[in-house]
Nanobody, 125 residues
Framework: QVQLVESGGGLVKAGDSLRLSCAAS????????MAWFRQAPGNERDFVAV???????YYADSVKGRFTISRDNSKNTVYLQMNSLKPEDTAVYYC???????????????????WGQGTQVTVSL
């Protein structure tokens, strides 16, 4: 079992930056694919970014160039650096992990076994 705890959310203004953290426990995550998803009220949970065990990272088009996902296996932690935030980035952000996910499914939330509780990010004008 892997437990995930997100932190770093908050209320910011458009153009500001935030860094989210996802601390894992229970198992080391160095072989896990780690991802960030987000869910706004009334919407489905959408893919944001993913980083594989090889450190290859992929992003949703809506955040490409503004967000950066990274991992520190020595701290068992994954990060999401969010720059140039926009009001449309407002959502609850969730960290997810899976050890067996394949490339073609890594943007699909239903493929992930482990989830954090989420952290709220609110971006005002």
């Amino acid at each position: 079992q892997v437990q995930l705890v997100e932190s770093g959310g908050g209320l910011v203004k458009a153009g500001d930056s935030l860094r989210l953290s996802c601390a894992a426990s229970g198992r080391t995550i160095n072989t896990y694919t780690m991802a960030w998803f987000r869910q706004a009220p009334g919407n489905e949970r959408d893919f944001v970014a993913v980083i594989r065990s090889t450190n290859m990272a992929y992003y949703a088009d809506s955040v490409k160039g503004r967000f950066t996902i990274s991992r520190d296996n020595s701290k068992n932690t994954v990060y999401l650096q969010m720059n140039s935030l926009k009001p449309e980035d407002t959502a609850v952000y969730y960290c997810a992990a899976d050890s067996r996910i394949i490339y073609s499914s890594m943007k699909d939330s239903y493929q992930y076994d482990y989830w954090g509780q989420g952290t709220q990010v609110t971006v005002s004008l």
